[in-house]
């Protein structure tokens, strides 16, 4: 069993930045990639970013390539997403998730395919 904790939401202004962390507890996260998801009021969950386990595969939504990047550390059991020129359009529930894999260098925008879920932090950003 993984236990993943989000925090770093918060109220930004467009063009602000904020970095989310994604803390694990139970098991090492070195035998999972990692996601970040997020969902609007009214709207589905929605895949934002991945990263295969050992760190050298990533893949970015359209709507945040560029201004979104995902890192992990390994040793310290965390999952990082830096957000960068934040848009009102970015507002949402920010979830991390955890995919069990045996390939070190797979990732995965499908939300089925993740097996542990955080209870997610809100990012606002205003106008």
């Known amino acids: 069993q993984v236990q993943l904790v989000e925090s770093g939401g918060g109220l930004v202004q467009a063009g602000g930045s904020l970095r989310l962390s994604c803390a694990a507890s139970?098991?090492?996260?070195?035998?999972?990639?990692m996601g970040w998801f997020r969902q609007a009021p009214g709207k589905e969950r929605l895949f934002v970013a991945t990263i295969s386990r050992s760190g050298s595969n990533s893949y970015y939504a359209d709507s945040v390539k560029g201004r979104f990047t995902i890192s992990r550390d390994n040793a310290k059991n965390t999952v990082y997403l830096q957000m960068d020129t934040l848009k009102p359009e970015d507002t949402a529930v920010y979830y991390c998730?955890?995919?069990?894999?045996?390939?070190?260098?797979?990732?995965?925008?499908?939300?089925?395919?993740?097996?542990?879920w955080g209870q997610g932090t809100q990012v606002t950003v205003s106008s």
């Open positions: 139970g098991r090492t996260l070195n035998n999972y990639a």
């Open positions: 998730a955890a995919d069990l894999t045996m390939f070190v260098f797979a990732y995965s925008k499908d939300s089925k395919e993740y097996d542990y």
